[in-house]
């Protein structure tokens, strides 16, 4: 069944423009660079898209393989499921931290009376019912969604515009260039180094040729709404009080007199944290079914869910220690699953391209 899915282009360019903007515009790691996060952001979108052209050829050169397949194959069946099951956990973990992200804002803002379980309850089964129906499912309610995400982000720009003061992004690079590379990084690992979970999905697109078009449209468009958003939210509050609000869309947005845009702002993060969230769990899914040889994933559906839930509801106490820890420990932890094990799979897979091709001559 795993095998029976199919992407077209265009679903495969909207299921990577919904998992990139996930919940990124609510946390906005490169803020830490002041007036300046815009730069940061665009550098990290650059080094960004190399990144993810390491996972593409990755997947062009193992064609019709997952990440699993791909692991197994390179690294034998015991090291390479072990290797894989780390990656399951690591999938699993990122579905849990978005949607930890995504119950904190609901909560703090709209409903601040609820068990922060409750909502991450709520939210998981109604993305669980979305698993079941299959990626293609997924795909094509992203090509629904995605449009709408972008016509709210632009909706709410033009509502601020009267609130718009150019001089918050001055001086440009006021405190020098230091504060831009002390945070681009953590712009590249969150979200662009997490795209390595489309090696779970690149083999179900039908036109293997669209690969890189497809994927790079995403990219641009994407960044392209993220910069807005960053770029509204600087000029609106200003650098400050940018730097010391949780959640600066809906702050900035309600500073618009007469006009309630706090639900305009929960939908844009339910629909990008949603489409990441069920990118991850549909990752979990599969992998567990390709490393234990199961044909069908959908059994693991429910229990994959509840693992969720519970990762969401207890690993962290507080929405503070879920930013500390992403601030301060994720940059590291990700770094063998985003860029260390990816690069060793691309030169092993160059070698073994080039020993195929010489042993045909």
Same mark, same amino acid.
């Given at each position: 069944?795993?095998?029976?899915?199919?992407?077209?282009?265009?679903?495969?360019?909207?299921?990577?423009?919904?998992?990139?903007?996930?919940?990124?515009?609510?946390?906005?790691?490169?803020?830490?660079?002041?007036?300046?996060?815009?730069?940061?952001?665009?550098?990290?979108?650059?080094?960004?898209?190399?990144?993810?052209?390491?996972?593409?050829?990755?997947?062009?050169?193992?064609?019709?393989?997952?990440?699993?397949?791909?692991?197994?194959?390179?690294?034998?069946?015991?090291?390479?499921?072990?290797?894989?099951?780390?990656?399951?956990?690591?999938?699993?973990?990122?579905?849990?931290?978005?949607?930890?992200?995504?119950?904190?804002?609901?909560?703090?803002?709209?409903?601040?009376?609820?068990?922060?379980?409750?909502?991450?309850?709520?939210?998981?089964?109604?993305?669980?019912?979305?698993?079941?129906?299959?990626?293609?499912?997924?795909?094509?309610?992203?090509?629904?969604?995605?449009?709408?995400?972008?016509?709210?982000?632009?909706?709410?720009?033009?509502?601020?515009?009267?609130?718009?003061?150019?001089?918050?992004?001055?001086?440009?690079?006021?405190?020098?260039?230091?504060?831009?590379?002390?945070?681009? %990084?953590?712009?590249?690992? !969150?979200?662009?180094?997490?795209? /390595?979970?489309? =090696?779970? $999905?690149?083999?179900?697109? *039908? +036109? #293997?040729?669209?690969?890189?078009?497809?994927?790079?449209?995403?990219?641009?468009?994407?960044?392209?709404?993220?910069?807005?958003?960053?770029?509204?939210?600087?000029?609106?509050?200003?650098?400050?009080?940018?730097?010391?609000?949780?959640?600066?869309?809906?702050?900035?947005?309600?500073?618009?007199?007469?006009?309630?845009?706090?639900?305009?702002?929960?939908?844009?993060?339910?629909?990008?944290?949603?489409?990441?969230?069920?990118?991850?769990?549909?990752?979990?899914?599969?992998?567990?079914?390709?490393?234990?040889?199961?044909?069908?994933?959908?059994?693991?559906?429910?229990?994959?869910?509840?693992?969720?839930?519970?990762?969401?509801?207890?690993?962290?106490?507080?929405?503070?220690?879920?930013?500390?820890?992403?601030?301060?420990?994720?940059? %590291?932890?990700?770094?063998? !699953?985003?860029?260390?094990?990816? /690069?060793?799979? =691309?030169? $092993?897979?160059?070698?073994? *391209? +080039? #020993?195929?091709?010489?042993?045909?001559?």
């Amino acid at each position: 069944m795993i095998r029976d899915t199919k992407l077209s282009p265009s679903q495969l360019m909207f299921l990577v423009i919904a998992f990139l903007f996930g919940d990124y515009t609510i946390v906005m790691p490169s803020r830490a660079a002041g007036q300046d996060m815009w730069i940061s952001f665009i550098i990290a979108a650059i080094v960004g898209t190399i990144l993810i052209t390491i996972y593409l050829y990755i997947s062009v050169l193992n064609p019709g393989k997952t990440l699993i397949e791909i692991l197994k194959e390179h690294f034998g069946k015991v090291i390479g499921s072990i290797i894989g099951l780390c990656y399951i956990w690591y999938f699993m973990h990122l579905a849990a931290l978005i949607t930890r992200t995504a119950s904190e804002y609901m909560v703090t803002v709209n409903y601040p009376e609820t068990p922060i379980s409750f909502i991450n309850i709520l939210f998981i089964l109604v993305l669980a019912y979305g698993l079941r129906k299959g990626i293609e499912v997924i795909a094509r309610a992203s090509q629904i969604f995605v449009p709408t995400l972008i016509t709210l982000v632009i909706l709410t720009i033009g509502l601020l515009i009267v609130e718009f003061d150019i001089k918050n992004l001055q001086p440009i690079l006021g405190d020098g260039i230091q504060p831009v590379i002390n945070t681009f %990084y953590s712009s590249v690992t !969150f979200p662009f180094g997490e795209a /390595i979970v489309f =090696l779970m $999905i690149f083999p179900s697109l *039908n +036109k #293997k040729e669209s690969i890189f078009k497809s994927t790079y449209s995403g990219i641009f468009i994407v960044s392209l709404v993220m910069l807005a958003i960053m770029l509204r939210d600087l000029m609106v509050l200003g650098p400050d009080v940018l730097g010391i609000h949780i959640f600066p869309p809906h702050t900035s947005s309600s500073l618009i007199p007469r006009v309630v845009l706090e639900p305009i702002i929960s939908i844009n993060l339910l629909f990008g944290g949603g489409g990441a969230i069920i990118i991850c769990m549909y990752a979990v899914v599969t992998g567990i079914a390709q490393v234990f040889n199961l044909s069908d994933y959908k059994i693991l559906v429910l229990p994959i869910s509840l693992m969720v839930i519970s990762l969401a509801s207890w690993l962290y106490t507080s929405y503070t220690e879920l930013t500390t820890i992403a601030a301060e420990i994720h940059l %590291y932890y990700a770094m063998p !699953f985003q860029i260390i094990i990816p /690069i060793i799979l =691309l030169i $092993i897979s160059i070698i073994k *391209n +080039k #020993k195929t091709q010489g042993s045909e001559i």
